[in-house]
Nanobody
C-alpha cells in the first residue's frame, strides 16, 4: 500500500514562490516515478511535472522554467519548487506515484491548495 500526503500550499502574491512537499509511504522508493498534478475550479486535472527513479524530469509547457521537481529517497519525499507564480497557477495540487511495472498513475494524495493573488 502506498500513502501520499501533500503540504506547503498557501496564499502567495503573483511573482512569489512556494515549495510543496509530498511525504510518501513507499517500501521501495526506487521502484516508483513521482509526479505533480493540479486542478483549478471548473477545470480538469492536468499534468504539472514528474521525476523518474533517477534524475529524468518532465514539465508541462505552462510551468517549464518556473517550477522544479526533485526527490529525496532517503526522506521518502518529493518536492515541487514553484517560482514566479501567476494567478493561473491557482489550483489544488496533487502528488502522485506510478510503479515502474505499470503505465498508470495509481496512487494519489488528498491535495494542497495554492492560491496566487494579484
Amino acid at each position: 500500500q502506498v500513502q501520499l500526503v501533500e503540504s506547503g500550499g498557501g496564499l502567495v502574491q503573483a511573482g512569489g514562490s512556494l515549495r510543496l512537499s509530498c511525504a510518501a509511504s513507499i517500501r521501495t522508493p526506487s521502484n516508483y516515478a513521482m509526479g505533480w498534478f493540479r486542478q483549478a475550479p471548473g477545470k480538469e486535472r492536468e499534468f504539472v511535472a514528474s521525476i523518474s527513479r533517477g534524475i529524468i524530469t518532465y514539465y508541462a509547457d505552462s510551468v517549464k522554467g518556473r517550477f522544479t521537481i526533485s526527490r529525496d529517497n532517503a526522506k521518502n519525499t518529493v518536492y515541487l519548487r514553484m517560482n514566479d507564480l501567476k494567478p493561473e497557477d491557482t489550483a489544488v495540487y496533487y502528488c502522485a506515484a506510478r510503479s515502474i511495472l505499470r503505465s498508470q498513475w495509481d496512487y494519489w494524495g488528498q491535495g494542497t491548495q495554492v492560491t496566487v493573488s494579484t
